[in-house]
């Protein structure tokens, strides 16, 4: 991935209080309407220019840019790892790390992250906007503006918040918690299983015991590797055979993220149990995931998941699809299947209740 790095000192000429690094990939965040009218993305060497406020913040700023930002609806593995790779290469030299991303796969990039980079100690904000920064109703100052706030946050030169977040509409969210659930109003993310991690009003109010606290212990590591693959079968009343036998019976899988109904149950249907039987046979990990947003995964409380229990299908808890699915794939990549199957059904970084 190319990128091109700038250094900007709000603070200047007195002393910046913080230093962060802030990662553009695209999105809509920061189109602007070029001399045609047509909206690009904008030169985010300039943000100073679309937003002098900035100065206020006394920030020491460094700004990666993509060469060629993106649409989050192409976002692939390779940027995660670009993107978790520049954090882990600029750690120690910032205190905090925000990441302006498309809206569409942002969850996934967060939950991505917050597997990719254990046991950190400093904040990865991921923001972005629902508007461009061009236009006069846009989200995408305050969201920057607040983002840039918590990732420079410190107490006693500690981070308040040492965890991968998102913050968008004036909520911070764990990001492996968090869900897109609106496309048009600005508060496009949810937590149903997970209480904000601050709220932002005339201050930013923070909920402390719902942060996660570093022992003092911590070492930044990097999780590199991701094996992407897996599938995910969302089931459906009608779904036919040959649909879930494609996936099943697909080459070279490893996992499969089955998204079931309510708490965790499926058809008892012989032909079905019978493919997820072969699959589990064959090694497959089959992980057991709600539909629905709120709520978790109890195997056994219905017949309809009893069986699945007994096949050997694993219970994903309260994850959503999202950080199952980039749990997953950084784990079959690190440690291979055995391994995975003993984590897979435990909190790793906050992002299921044990
Ligand atoms: N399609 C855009 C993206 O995810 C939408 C957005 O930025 O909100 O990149």
């Known amino acids: ?42 030169d985010f060497a300039l943000i100073l220019q679309h937003l002098p406020t900035l100065r206020n913040l006394y920030l020491e700023l460094t700004v990666i840019s993509f060469i060629n930002p993106i649409d989050s609806s192409n976002v ?12 882990y290469e600029n750690y120690a030299e910032h205190d905090g790390f925000v990441v302006l991303h498309g809206t569409d796969t942002m969850a996934f990039t967060a939950s991505a992250l917050s597997f990719m980079l ?28 607040t983002s840039l ?21 004036d909520e911070l969210l764990r990001g492996n918690r968090s869900k897109k659930t609106e496309s048009m109003h600005f508060d496009a993310f949810q937590s149903e299983n997970y209480p904000p991690l601050a709220k932002a009003g005339v201050k930013i109010e923070y909920n402390e015991s719902a942060i996660h606290q570093p022992s ?10 991701l094996d992407t693959s897996i599938s995910i079968l969302k089931l459906f009343p009608g779904i036919t055979r040959s649909t879930v036998e494609a996936i099943t019976n697909s080459a070279g899988l490893k996992a499969i993220v089955l998204e079931t109904y309510g708490s965790g149950n499926a058809p008892t249907t012989a032909w079905f149990i019978d493919l997820l039987k ?4 064959r090694g497959i990990i089959v ?14 409380r219905y017949e ?39 984590k897979i059904g435990k909190s790793i970084v906050g992002e299921l209740t044990d």
């Open 216 to 225: 003092g212990h911590e070492q930044l590591q990097f999780l590199q590797r």
């Open 118 to 145: 254990q046991g950190l100690t400093k904040p990865v904000i991921i923001t972005g906007a629902q508007l461009p920064i061009s236009e006069p109703r846009s989200d995408a100052r305050e969201n920057l503006i």
């Open 304 to 342: 309809t998941s009893k069986v699945l229990q007994e096949i050997g299908v694993i219970s994903g808890g309260d994850m959503t699809t999202e950080a199952a699915l980039t749990k997953l794939m950084v784990l079959i990549g690190e440690y291979g299947l055995a391994e995975t199957k003993i």
């Open 278 to 281: 072969g699959a589990i046979h």
């Open 1 to 42: 991935m190319n990128y091109k790095q700038v250094q900007i000192n709000t603070a200047t000429p007195e002393k910046a209080r913080s230093r962060v690094m802030i990662i553009y990939t695209g999105g809509t965040f920061g189109m602007a309407h070029d001399a045609s009218g047509v909206l690009v993305p904008f």
């Open 149 to 169: 706030e918590i990732a420079a946050a410190r107490i006693d030169g500690k981070a308040v918040v040492p965890e991968v977040c998102i913050y968008f509409g």
């Open 287 to 300: 992980l057991n995931i709600s539909q629905c947003p709120g709520g978790m995964v109890v195997q056994g």
């Open 76 to 87: 692939q593995p390779e940027h995660w790892q670009t993107i978790a790779k520049i954090i």
